[in-house]
């Protein structure tokens, strides 16, 4: 993706993000179908439309799109980018075609964190590669001593639940365990699933 597409300046696309509710509502939808008219495009008409965390589409956002997404304008492109596909309706989903995105290498991961932060800040402190889990994103948003703190408290719960011989006691344990992966796992997407006719 061009930079300045990435900062959402790009003239030809048009950039869809859920607002402050965390929703994308219909009329962000109505709007950027409209920017992208089927006749005699306009002089400020974009080309194609990027709805990223595509999951937050209200339904009646969903909806809306339906039409557009089974007869696109000519020459025109949605994206639909999301980590959790299953949450769009299965009307949007058939629609798309879909494309998955693994995660990164450690190597790359490290490239691109280190791009990026030489773009934007002098910040240093970024989540090892390795523990970043392919995001660049994941190490971005943690540092080293967020990645052995998490560790470690894994490792505790893990050792007590290991070391209990009362069932519900392990069951907490691992409940524990699994809403310290998912608070760890928050700051970024596993995947992206684009929707593009």
Do not use: W, Y
């Not at 450690?106 to 390795?130: K, N, W």
């Not at 994941?138 to 998490?150: I, P, T, Y």
């Amino acid at each position: 993706m061009p930079r300045a597409s990435r900062r959402g300046v790009h003239a030809d696309i048009l950039v869809i993000e859920p607002g402050d509710s965390g929703n994308i509502k219909v009329d962000q939808v109505r709007e950027a179908i409209d920017r992208i008219a089927p006749t005699g495009r306009s002089k400020d008409a974009a080309a194609s439309s990027i709805i990223d965390e595509a999951d937050a589409l209200m339904p009646e956002a969903q909806n809306a799109l339906l039409k557009t997404l089974e007869e696109p304008p000519p020459a025109s492109v949605f994206v639909l980018i999301t980590s959790r596909p299953d949450v769009l309706l299965p009307t949007v989903r058939s629609r798309c075609q879909r494309l998955r995105f693994g995660p990164l290498t450690p190597g790359e991961v490290r490239r691109r964190a280190r791009s990026a932060i030489t773009r934007s800040s002098p910040r240093t402190r970024m989540l090892p590669p390795r523990a970043a889990d392919g995001s660049v994103g994941r190490a971005l948003a943690g540092s080293a001593e967020d990645a052995n703190d998490a560790r470690d408290a894994a490792a505790r719960l893990l050792q007590s639940a290991a070391t209990s011989i009362d069932p519900r006691r392990r069951l907490d344990g691992a409940k524990a365990l699994r809403g310290e992966r998912a608070a760890i796992a928050t700051t970024s997407r596993a995947g992206s699933s684009p929707c593009r006719r």
